[in-house]
């Protein structure tokens, strides 16, 4: 009878006991993602739990007490000694079970006397834990910003070394995890490439939209300022060379100090060069419309330099590429301009250069003068007054075509205008001789 009470006793305290280490151990766990009210909470529920087991241990000690007279062969050892606090003595009638049983149930109460011990601990240092996690999550975030740039060769050596393991005889379970921790690794060091790219693109924008901002401006100053623009251009043609837009304007720079120079041989370099990179800026984009503007401008001057079986086909290629500006940008005067001029030019060749181009092309191209003008009046609706020449061709085309009054019209309206550019001087001249007709 005593035998079974005592187990049943030793029985109840363990299960109090593990329960309660159970509880210890998750409040533990929690504890550092717990704001600091629900801490408190834990720790009052935590007390509350270690008192009852407390009382569980004084109501056994008081029980142990009376019957500690009935039970010859033992007594507790009060001393501060470490040990097990209990002392065997010899006795008759204390079988050996019980003995084992009683030094169980002492080192069990010097369990639950740590465990009170340890929450004590844990009371005090509760108010603190809220900025020490504070302090760690920094440090964390810290290290993980500093070791971002390595990130990737750190990646490729453990890449290598994987696949190294795996080669060697890796078992496919710890290979799949290692693949799946490599994937993880992979994504987040994509993703920071991704990130960097996306930077380093923003930048060449931000460059490149400053740099064209200036090229833009110097070329509408004097003929100095257009040299000082190619030469800027040519600079940056290496880092530069991939965008359309840089070489489209690189071509318009050719174009530009072609016309401001004096030697022949150094306006047919120019064109030259310009016509190359003009094939490249379309290479680079074809959907850019500028390209094709600047590229048939190019052909359009290379057609002084070439022979006349290269002048028509030259002619042929500025045809094309003005209709694909005009389809990509059907908003853009210049565009427009340089057409109604093709159609001018086709409606006055003569009959040797028709025949010319029939034997070599098959068909001549073909243009009319109300063709022409079309395209000069398109300009006039798109921008009112854009330049000097196109008046001037207006007013050519009006006496070509029998309207003497609306040609006489389109000359005032180009007196009218400033002469500021190469091209105003040029067209200046063409409007005093066809003054003079009229």
Known sequence: MFKAYFVLHYVWLSS???????????????????????????????????????????????????RRLSWPGFYHNRTNEQGSGLMLVDGPGLPRGQAEVLERLEALIQC?????????????????????VREELKGHSET?????????AATRRRRAAGAVSTA???????????GGYMTALTDSDEEDQSEEEET??????????????????????????????LNILLEQKEEFGQSSEFLWRLTRAHCDVHDISVTQEEKKTHAENGKKVG???IRVNPRCAESHQWYAIMCGIMAEYDTIQNKI????????????????????????????RW???????????????TTLFGEPPSATIEDAMRNFLKVEEIHPAYSKLNYVFLAKCYKALGDNYKARKMCEAASSMNTVSKEDEEAQKELDLLCQKL
């Open 16 to 66: 109090c006991c593990v329960f309660l280490l159970v509880l210890f151990s998750r409040a533990s766990l929690q504890v550092c993602r717990m704001a600091q009210t629900d801490s408190k909470v834990l720790v009052l529920g935590a007390l509350a739990g270690v008192t009852g087991i407390g009382l569980a241990v004084v109501c056994y000690r008081s029980l142990r007490s009376e």
């Open 112 to 132: 639950v006397s740590e465990l009170k011990e340890e929450m004590k601990a844990l009371k005090t240092a509760l108010p603190a834990l809220p900025d020490q």
């Open 144 to 152: 993980r910003r500093v070791g971002a740039p390595h990130r990737t």
């Open 168 to 178: 060697g005889g890796q078992s496919s379970e710890d290979a799949e995890s290692e």
């Open 200 to 229: 380093a693109e923003e930048q060449t924008a931000e460059k490149l939209s400053v740099l064209f901002e200036r090229i833009d401006r110097l070329r509408q100053g004097d003929e100095s300022d257009k040299r000082e623009t």
């Open 279 to 281: 094939e490249e800026a």
């Open 313 to 340: 086909k030259n002619g042929y290629i500025f045809k094309d590429h003005l209709d694909k500006a005009i389809e990509l940008k059907p908003q853009d005067p210049l565009s427009y301009y340089l057409l109604g």
């Open 343 to 357: 159609c001018y030019a086709v409606a006055q060749l003569s009959w040797i250069e028709r025949k010319v181009a």
